[in-house]
T-cell receptor
């Protein structure tokens, strides 16, 4: 069964460093998302991406964050200058379309980011 | 309460018993999705119910939706120790971004 994959599974970085989190959505899906979950807290929406552009972003998704679909398969989240409070589990998700039974979002296993 | 709030926050039952988790939300929705998360792991999609549906079944899962009360419930019948996990409801209010609740931590004692 197709699934969303994410790499790396864990990343440790120093405050101020740039990190890139990678995701491979399910191949025929058109909508892509990043969410994060700080330890013990809710899953929070960061950004959605469709047709090679951001379609929506939350207030968390400030200028330090960017997303890119550099080729036909990868979807990346970049944090330019990490802060301690960026430590969280980051989830990528995708769905096939916006309606007609394609709304189910499938999540990857997550990347646990620890900023020291 | 915030959009997508579950109750109870924690639930402990014996294997074989049924587990019921509730979710309340505030805004109009297109659909509501339930997810499961094992400790520190990814989110596994369980079931989606649309705003024009009242009940849905999938195996041992039964989900209800009451849009007049802005609430949903997830029933797991004949629970197993392997059902131990956190369960989240997530609402799609038409913007596609999902809004998650705080989750219910379910512990099924063998």
């Amino acid at each position: 069964e197709p699934e969303v994959t994410q790499t790396p599974s864990h990343q440790v970085t120093q405050m101020g460093q740039e990190v890139i989190l990678r995701c491979v959505p399910i191949s025929n899906h058109l909508y892509f998302y990043w969410y994060r979950q700080i330890l013990g807290q809710k899953v929070e929406f960061l950004v959605s991406f469709y047709n090679n552009e951001i379609s929506e972003k939350s207030e968390i998704f400030d200028d330090q964050f960017s997303v890119e679909r550099p080729d036909g398969s990868n979807f990346t989240l970049k944090i330019r200058s990490t802060k301690l409070e960026d430590s969280a589990m980051y989830f990528c998700a995708s769905n096939i379309r916006s309606g007609g039974g394609g709304e189910t979002q499938y999540f990857g296993p997550g990347t646990r980011l620890l900023v020291l | 309460s915030q959009q997508g709030e579950e109750d109870p926050q924690a639930l402990s039952i014996q294997e074989g018993e049924n587990a019921t988790m509730n979710c309340s939300y505030k805004t109009s929705i297109n659909n509501l999705q339930w997810y499961r998360q094992n400790s520190g792991r990814g989110l596994v999609h369980l079931i989606l119910i649309r705003s024009n549906e009242r009940e849905k079944h999938s195996g041992r899962l039964r989900v209800t939706l009451d849009t007049s009360k802005k609430s949903s419930s997830l029933l797991i019948t004949a629970s197993r120790a392997a059902d131990t996990a956190s369960y989240f409801c997530a609402t799609d209010a038409g913007r596609r971004a999902l809004t998650f609740g705080s989750g219910t931590r379910l512990q099924v004692q063998p």
